[in-house]
């Protein structure tokens, strides 16, 4: 990746400085250690007793109590204000898989905002932990191991035709999108398989954060635990 400037051979937790719950950040370390925060996302993670190996944003939300704790040698400054401070970490960062927290909560347009992140960024391997659920952009070709009963929602990023198996209300060659047909709050009748055309997210309970890194290939051998 050439504009990388932070590596990891372990996934990265990515912190924001939106709603977060320490658990949720907790339960992302014992899989992805390696902890990253975006921008004021530094503040959060002292508050939590931790200190991130790098901080990447524009700079404008983090305190100066911040930067003299954390140090300037783990913190790079990306002036542009084109994007969100997510999205210029997935750019900057080179990991084998992301998982994101303190991204949404509160301002909805901080949520849409990450929502559109992680459509912008295919093949990145990348999931964002809320409150209840995780959401992450489907590959063309996805299985999850999920239980009968477990909620499932598909939201289209952009137009987007599917087809399924496993599911209560299947797909069989529908379109998707935005302002017109979606697939929210849809139920898995055991294992399910997506084939896809285009951008979707899905949003499954996070007890199938797990699941959803094996969906999207994540090997077990690079889980922190």
């Known amino acids: 990746m050439k504009d990388s400037i932070f590596h990891s051979r372990q996934g990265v937790t990515l912190l924001g400085a939106g709603d977060l719950h320490a658990a949720s950040v907790a339960e992302a370390l014992t899989l992805a ?12 993670a002292l508050a939590l007793g931790l200190s991130p190996e790098a901080v990447i944003g524009d700079l404008d939300s983090i305190s100066a109590a911040a930067r003299e704790a954390i140090g300037a ?40 905002a990450a929502m559109t992140v992680l459509a912008r960024h295919p093949g990145r391997h990348l999931i ?20 009968a009963g477990t909620r499932v929602s598909l939201f289209p990023m952009g137009q987007v035709r599917g087809h399924a198996t496993g599911l209560r209300w299947g797909l069989d060659g ?13 139920e ?17 309970p ?7 890194l094996a969906g999207l290939g994540v090997p077990p051998t690079v889980l922190g635990g």
């Not at 927290?101 to 909805?108: A, Y």
């Not at 529908?174 to 849809?186: H, Q, Y």
């Open 33 to 44: 250690p390696c902890l990253v925060a975006a921008d004021g996302g530094a503040d959060r």
């Open 73 to 112: 040698e783990r913190i790079w400054q990306i002036e542009e204000q084109e994007t969100t401070d997510f999205d210029k970490c997935l750019r900057h960062i080179e990991a084998p898989f992301f998982l994101a927290v303190g991204f949404g909560g509160g301002r909805l347009d901080h949520t849409l």
């Open 128 to 147: 964002w932990l809320g409150a209840e659920d995780v959401a992450f952009l489907a590959p063309r070709e996805l299985v999850l191991d999920l239980a």
């Open 174 to 186: 529908d379109d998707f999108a935005p302002a017109g047909r979606i697939g929210t709050s849809n």
């Open 188 to 204: 898995a009748l055991g294992p399910v398989r997506l084939s896809l055309d285009g951008p979707m997210l899905v949003l499954l």
């Open 206 to 212: 996070q007890e199938y954060l797990r699941a959803a």
